[in-house]
């Protein structure tokens, strides 16, 4: 069975900074693509980066582009997510997804809930 758990969410005040990790079982983290989406209340989910596990080709959205880092640690099957410079704007329910390639997630984790004060 394959299963995701996010956490690290919290209250963090504008400016700051964040970690989001994701731990991945049951999947050969080797092939896969693990992606963190975010719902923020009233909008849709959106993708916000992705990293490939077997060559750590990763991908942003404008919305966290150079704020935001995605890493894969493969001995430890956990993908990070670092957040800096953090706006009010990111405050959201963070998710993690993994599939067995860009853009294709069958799998999810519960939420973890990231609120940035101003």
């Known amino acids: 069975e394959v299963q995701l758990q996010a956490s690290g969410g919290g209250l963090v005040q504008a400016g700051g900074s964040l970690r989001l990790s994701c731990a991945v079982s049951g999947l050969t983290f080797g092939n896969s693509a693990i992606a963190w989406f975010r719902q923020a209340p009233g909008k849709e989910r959106e993708g916000i980066a992705c990293?490939?596990?077997?060559?750590?080709?990763?991908v942003y959205s404008d919305s966290v582009k150079g704020r935001f880092t995605i890493a894969s640690d493969n001995a430890k099957n956990t993908v990070y997510l670092q957040m800096n410079s953090l706006k009010p704007e990111d405050t959201a329910v963070y998710y993690c997804a993994a599939g067995p390639q860009l853009g294709k997630y069958d799998y999810w984790g519960q939420g973890t809930l990231v609120t940035v004060s101003s």
């Open positions: 990293i490939v596990s077997d060559n750590d080709d990763t």
